[in-house]
């Protein structure tokens, strides 16, 4: 039988303590406008880049600090392996592309569209998502390190064998999501929708995270466990 104290003491030594850094951008008057688009051999740093439309570019390697990103339709490009630090998205549409071992450093997302997307084996550290749909997109094997994701949709996408260490969501959808190999200890699931997410047999991706009394009633009849009527 599980110590329920222990549980929760376990619960609350990985329950996120404070929210992930914010992206370190500059005010916008003060940021310069790149002359060409994202096809560059050095870094850009501290410029915006705004209305930018593109379809199935490949832009691997790309080093991004200190921007602002705003309004861009960058849609199934690949961006394997970039590296963006202190970086702020606002209204992007990046449905379909590839962001396959790409680093996110002090990033946040706002209101993007991210449906389909690859993020596989890619690290996101002190990122914050707010509005954002990831419907679809495959995450596997990457890791969140103090991430926060808010009013996002997740449904059907592939977060498998990642590694999530505090994380916060908050009135998200999940619903049909592959969860199965990632452990989601410490994390409030209680606003988020949750149904038919994927997981092991034994449910132990689960272990330790929070569920309301109607999320956690329908794991327990998943282990075949009958519910008495109230």
Same mark, same amino acid.
């Given at each position: ?11 609350? #030594? ?18 310069a406008?790149?002359? =060409?688009?994202?096809?560059?051999s ?33 849609s ?5 392996? =970039?590296?963006?630090?202190?970086v702020?998205?606002?209204?992007c549409?990046?449905?379909n ?6 680093? @996110? ?8 569209k ?13 990122v ?7 419907? @679809?997109? *495959? ?14 949709? @997740? ?10 260490? *505090?994380?916060?969501?908050d009135?998200?959808?999940l ?6 190999g990632? =452990?989601?200890l410490?994390i ?11 997981t ?14 109607h ?6 009849? #998943?282990?075949g ?6």
């Open positions: 039988m599980l110590d329920q104290k222990m549980l929760a003491e376990s619960y609350e #030594k990985h329950a996120p303590k404070k929210p992930p850094a914010k992206p370190r951008v500059g005010p916008v008057d003060r940021l406008e790149p002359v =060409s688009d994202l096809h560059r050095d870094a850009i740093a501290s410029s915006r880049i705004c209305s930018l439309q593109t379809e199935g570019q490949d832009f691997p390697d790309l080093e991004m600090k200190g921007c602002l990103v705003a309004d861009c339709i960058l199934a490009c690949d961006f394997s392996s =970039s590296l963006f630090e202190d702020l998205f606002e209204g549409d990046f449905s592309s590839s962001f396959e071992l790409a680093g @996110f450093r002090r990033c946040e997302f706002r209101n993007c991210l449906t389909g997307s690859l993020f596989i084996e890619a690290l996101l550290e002190n914050c998502l707010q509005g954002c749909n990831l419907s @679809f997109a *495959s995450m596997g094997r990457s890791r969140w390190k103090a991430v926060s994701a808010a009013t996002c949709d @997740f449904t059907g996408s592939d977060i498998g064998d990642a590694e999530l260490s *505090s994380v916060r969501l009135d998200c959808r619903s049909g999501a592959n969860l199965f990632t =452990s989601l410490g409030d699931m209680t606003t988020c929708l949750i149904d038919g997410i994927v092991s047999d034994s449910m132990a991706e689960v272990r330790g995270c929070k569920m309301d009394t999320q956690a009633a329908a794991f327990a009849r #998943k282990l466990i009958l519910i008495a009527d109230a």
